[in-house]
């Protein structure tokens, strides 16, 4: 917990100046001295209640933080106290039974899509994409935002007063406001935020959270230079319009950082998004930096100059933690490499032998450049193995030797072989497979940049029941999950009793995908008394390809009935259930459907991997 106390508590205090002023929440603002006494062409009281609706925004959005980590470290500490007291109990009752209030907070609010059933299932019009629909908890958590930001830009403007009056009250809070709300922006864009890991929260939902922290900035400076716009044309008329903002620096910058904005937004919708993603990418980076270069301009010798700054600091931060990340992880002994080799179902296995080892965990997932392909995109891929790069270690078990949990255990410790498996699609997947394709010895070796590792904090050893749903490609996420709770019951370190895979193919072909590591955990030690494994082909090519070659790991024809899996396995469940999923949208909202439907008779906690942008 220290570390995470620090991380916190360093946020803190960085962002306690900007919520509550040098002197503390106890300050009377009227009379701090960095308070701004008038605004450019604005009053001395206006300008102090921007300051403190400003500052307003900042402590409610801190609170937040602070209630999200209450949260998080209450639901730790029971896992982990469920999980010491379950270590040496087979039957872990009294964790079977769920809390009823609970249940039904997680049955309505925390699991539930916003209206019946879709929530990861894409949402098309024709060849549209149109993105995915919030859950219950997340529209409320957006709509709560902008209501604040609704008000707090609305509110004390004298609408009764004159025209003039109000427009200027209008322009400067809205304005104002649109600078503070750029600092939770730039949060939530950075992948290697400190809040993700502080929090447990994806950057999936990040990213969700930012793009809407966006529009609120871009609908404040829209709405700022709409109301610079009508208090210049009621003061000159529209005849004198373009010789003002000529002859203006600060009209002009402003106007430029809003047609920035402007761009961002229009370029930054699914549709586009979607379909030309490396695009997008470069354009919005670009656009930014265009965008923070004008408003600098714009604010200059302002107050809110100091909010942009603070978030200006931020980025930077991000980068360069970043870019320290990556030089460290890749330069030196040659850099890294990438094997490269082709598998059946339009899919290649890439191991990476990196310059330096890291702490191999489940979850986590890692961003890679490839140089020969592109340069300056990046691209996130779930890790499925790791080695320590002096053989296969499936080896032994192809040999028949069992694999004692120590063996097992020892993958989980630093490691510089990490292993996983990509599918082919569009743009960089499919460059990276015509390059696969293209090797005449099975491999192809090729130089490249891994950035990470990221997440890795779901954690499953207090479950005594667990289901793991994988469809396709999803089954990198999930591997090392099953090979670390198989280890981990051998061991005596985890609550679990009983574990069951379901994983979702279209064809057995694909089944080649994870085989050699799939091998080696049905070799470990105590595997028969914890492991089922059920496989569903959807489009096999005759009735001989569909056989089950153990009573533990059986395969079935067509696609699963997800309800039926989850309650034949809930009525007798061990102790406390977690069902994982990591696969297409359809089969996602299938076991969120399955699972919220037996909140209050069961404990069961639902956990979701997904990438969207």
């Not at 894409?122 to 709560?144: D, M």
């Not at 004390?156 to 809205?174: K, V």
């Not at 044309?233 to 950082?257: C, E, P």
């Amino acid at each position: 917990m220290t570390p995470i106390l620090t991380q916190y508590s360093c946020i803190l205090l960085a962002m306690a100046p900007l919520a509550f002023g040098k002197e503390g929440p106890g300050t009377n603002s009227s009379a701090h001295v960095d308070e701004p006494q008038v605004h450019r062409d604005g009053g001395i009281v206006e300008a102090q209640r921007d300051y403190r609706y400003s500052r307003y925004t900042l402590a409610v959005l801190a609170s937040v933080v602070f209630c999200l980590l209450v949260y998080r470290v209450v639901i730790q500490s029971i896992r982990y106290i469920r999980t010491l007291t379950c270590l040496n109990n087979d039957t872990q009752k009294y964790f079977k039974m769920p809390n009823l209030a609970f249940g039904a907070v997680k049955q309505h609010l925390l699991y539930a899509p916003l209206l019946r059933r879709r929530h990861n299932r894409e949402v098309h019009f024709a060849w549209f994409h149109l993105g995915y629909i919030p859950t219950r908890f997340q529209s409320l958590f957006l709509a709560g935002v902008v209501a604040m930001n609704f008000t707090l830009s609305c509110y004390g403007i004298a609408w009764s007063g004159s025209r003039a009056t109000a427009l200027t009250q209008l322009r400067n809070r809205t304005g104002t406001l649109s600078v503070v709300n750029m600092i939770p922006l730039v949060v939530l864009a950075g992948r290697s935020s400190p809040l993700i890991s502080l929090l447990n929260i994806s950057f999936d939902n990040f990213n969700l959270i930012h793009r809407w922290f966006g529009r609120i900035v871009f609908l404040q400076a829209l709405a700022h230079s709409v109301a610079q716009i009508a208090i210049s044309v009621d003061k000159s008329g529209w005849a004198r319009m373009q010789t003002t903002f000529q002859n203006n620096q600060i009209f002009m910058t402003g106007l430029v950082a809003t047609a920035a904005m402007t761009a961002i937004v229009l370029q930054a919708n699914s549709a586009l998004r979607h379909a030309f993603y490396e695009t997008f990418l470069h354009l919005h980076i670009t656009l930014v930096i265009i965008t923070l270069i004008f408003l600098w301009k714009h604010l200059d010798g302002t107050h809110p100059q100091k909010y942009l700054l603070a978030m200006i600091v931020f980025w930077v931060i991000e980068r360069l933690t970043r870019f320290a990340s990556l030089v460290y992880r890749n330069v030196g002994k040659g850099g890294t490499k990438a094997d490269l080799e082709l598998l059946p179902g339009d899919a290649c296995r890439v191991t990476l032998k990196m310059v330096r080892p890291w702490t191999f965990q489940p979850g986590q997932h890692i961003f890679i450049t490839v140089p020969s392909i592109g340069l300056w995109t990046s691209h996130p891929f779930s890790l499925a193995w790791s080695d320590d790069g002096t053989g296969d270690s499936s080896h032994d078990a192809e040999k028949g030797y069992q694999l004692s949990a120590d063996d097992i255990l020892s993958d989980s410790r630093d490691k510089n072989s990490m292993s996983l498996i990509i599918r082919r699609r569009s743009g960089f997947t499919e460059k990276l497979f015509q390059k696969a394709e293209r090797s005449t010895s099975g491999i192809t070796t090729i130089s490249a940049f891994v950035e990470g590792p990221y997440g890795g904090h779901a954690v499953l050893h207090s479950y005594g029941t667990v289901m793991i749903f994988a469809g396709g490609v999803g089954i990198t996420h999930q591997v090392p999950f099953v090979r670390d709770l198989v280890a981990g019951y051998a061991s005596g370190t985890v609550a679990a009793r009983k574990v069951v895979l379901v994983w979702v193919i279209q064809s057995p072909e694909h089944l080649e995908w994870i085989r050699p590591w799939m091998t080696t955990i049905l070799a470990m030690d105590k595997r028969r008394d914890i492991l089922r494994i059920q496989l569903f082909v959807t489009r096999p090519r005759s009735t001989k390809e569909i056989h089950s070659p153990s009573a533990t790991v059986q395969m079935f024809p067509g696609k699963p009935n997800v309800d039926t899996l989850i309650e034949m396995e809930s009525e007798n469940q061990i102790g406390a259930m977690g069902v994982s999923v990591c696969g297409t949208g359809g089969l996602s909202d299938d076991v969120r459907a399955a699972v919220r439907k037996r909140q209050g008779t069961r404990n069961i906690d639902f956990l979701e991997q997904g990438f969207t942008w």
